[in-house]
């Protein structure tokens, strides 16, 4: 058997500059989702894949574990071995899985709604489910936000049975079971965990919406059980209304939050310059309409996509993004290559704490500008308004786990009847009368995120 920390320093040395070059690749495909681009990212990404299917490196690493007492050695063991495991399945089951990927994160990138004839971006279908009392343009809105689900259902199905073939042939009941273990996640301890939560936050979840859905039926001249998902402001119902938290539309008009943000880090002593630079920031055509933070070497070379707007959302995404990067950056950088990471649990945690603070009332006098009376005023109901978001996005969490645990269960089933049944138990919210759409493949998360929530 070969000294364990030889096989670290092998595997480093081969699968370094492959991660580095997918990384790039996949950062490429998403600011500009070209066939070119999707094709230089399939490929940057099959060779990585390809090394880290060797069963060779995979058999020397497996020996290697258990025989070093240097505890960061074992634990880059730990990390390789959890990596190179997917991978460990026939190549052309392999390929597909990346080729198909690549395809529907691409068709994501690209696709935008129809509303009054004109194609829409994400941040406008938002602003009109926010501002618009006409009830006609809001279902056409959110209507328009699940068109994806259309052009990518069949190919994120085939995923699901791709993904689940390659975890049977590694001894696991599906991908959702693989995906958890890959990631050190116990998964008797997290559905109880999920569970729990459901059981804390029912009541007070109801209680919240029955108040929120009176606002909303007198807004909009119908009774509350006329209300349907487009009366809320968010198309997947993960974000608090303004009828139910505190509408700060007019404190973020007009400014600036990229220079909020990197305010916020500086005051911190975290200097975000660098990630910023480096950064695509605002909305185009056929580039990705979502946020991520991405270390491509884990050598300092950290960068946020985002499609900002002067609001409240946007103001607290870059503060999220910039939490992933401020702890990339933040990495000693004499530790091993492969420990210059985090368990998603960590980096999640710092951009959720720092996202928060787009609500707090002492940031937003301090750093926003807000009117020290004003700022007293807003906050009691902030505080409460924070009591309320845990609430909503704990109610979407549980759709979002449950509906993935059942997809990777089943991919053949009826899945639009199981995303609505979720949504209606743990949001509250009543379906489109007979709707027959793919409004589950509508959520990114999906099909390019398995398994994250």
């Known amino acids: 058997m070969r000294n364990p920390a030889f096989v670290v320093s092998n595997a480093v040395d081969r699968l370094r500059p492959l991660h580095h070059a997918a990384s790039l690749s996949w950062w490429e495909a998403n600011v500009a989702a070209t066939e070119e681009n999707e094709r230089r990212r399939v490929e940057a990404e099959l060779a990585l894949s390809d090394a880290m299917a060797d069963p060779e490196l995979f058999g020397e690493v497996g020996d290697a574990r258990g025989s070093t007492e240097d505890g960061q050695t074992a634990r880059q063991l730990d990390l390789l071995h959890?990596?190179?495991?997917?991978n460990q399945v026939p190549s052309a089951l392999r390929h597909r899985i990346v080729e198909l990927e690549a395809k529907v994160e691409s068709?994501?990138?690209?696709?935008?709604?129809?509303?009054?004839g004109r194609p829409v971006d994400d941040n406008e279908i938002k602003r009109i489910l926010r501002v618009s009392d006409d009830e006609d343009e809001r279902r056409e809105a959110w209507e328009a936000s699940k068109t994806v689900g259309a052009a990518v259902a069949d190919d994120v199905r085939e995923l699901a049975r791709l993904r689940n073939e390659a975890a049977r042939s590694l001894g696991y009941r599906d991908w959702f079971?693989?995906?958890?273990?890959?990631?050190?996640?116990?998964?008797?301890?997290?559905?109880?965990?999920?569970?729990?939560c459901d059981r804390l936050t029912a009541d007070s979840f109801a209680r919240w919406k029955e108040t929120t859905d009176a606002s909303l039926a007198g807004r909009f001249g119908v009774a509350v059980s006329e209300l349907r998902p487009w009366h809320y402001e968010d198309p997947f119902f993960q974000e608090v209304p303004a009828a139910g938290g505190v509408d700060l539309t007019e404190v973020f008009a007009g400014k600036d939050v990229v220079a909020l943000a990197r305010d916020t880090y500086t005051r911190m002593g975290i200097e975000t310059a660098p990630i910023l630079d480096r950064s695509d920031l605002f909305a185009r055509d056929g580039k990705s309409q979502h946020a991520f933070c991405i270390d491509v070497d884990r050598e300092g070379d950290v960068r946020v996509l985002a499609?900002?707007?002067p609001d409240r959302y946007w103001a607290d995404t870059m503060l999220h993004e910039l939490g992933h990067g401020s702890y990339d950056i933040g990495f000693d950088p004499s530790l091993p290559w492969l420990l210059r990471d985090c368990h998603l649990t960590m980096t999640e945690g710092m951009a959720i704490l720092m996202g928060r603070l787009a609500q707090e009332a002492d940031w937003l006098r301090d750093v926003a500008g807000v009117d020290a009376d004003e700022a007293e005023r807003l906050d009691g109901p902030l505080r409460a308004a924070l009591a309320v978001e845990l609430l909503v996005?704990?109610?979407?969490?549980?759709?979002?786990?449950?509906?993935?645990?059942?997809?990777y269960g089943d991919p053949e089933a009826d899945l639009s009847a199981a995303w609505w049944d979720l949504v209606r138990r743990y949001q509250l919210v009543t379906p489109p009368a007979a709707r027959d759409a793919q409004d589950w493949a509508a959520k990114i998360h999906?099909?390019?995120a398995p398994v994250y929530y």
């Open 307 to 309: 499609n900002v707007q």
């Open 446 to 448: 999906v099909a390019c």
């Open 177 to 196: 079971a693989l995906a958890l273990a890959t990631s050190e996640m116990d998964e008797e301890r997290l559905v109880a965990t999920l569970e729990e």
């Open 82 to 86: 959890a990596s190179l495991l997917p």
């Open 393 to 407: 996005f704990t109610r979407w969490v549980l759709v979002m786990t449950n509906f993935e645990r059942a997809f």
């Open 107 to 116: 068709t994501f990138a690209q696709h935008r709604g129809v509303v009054g």
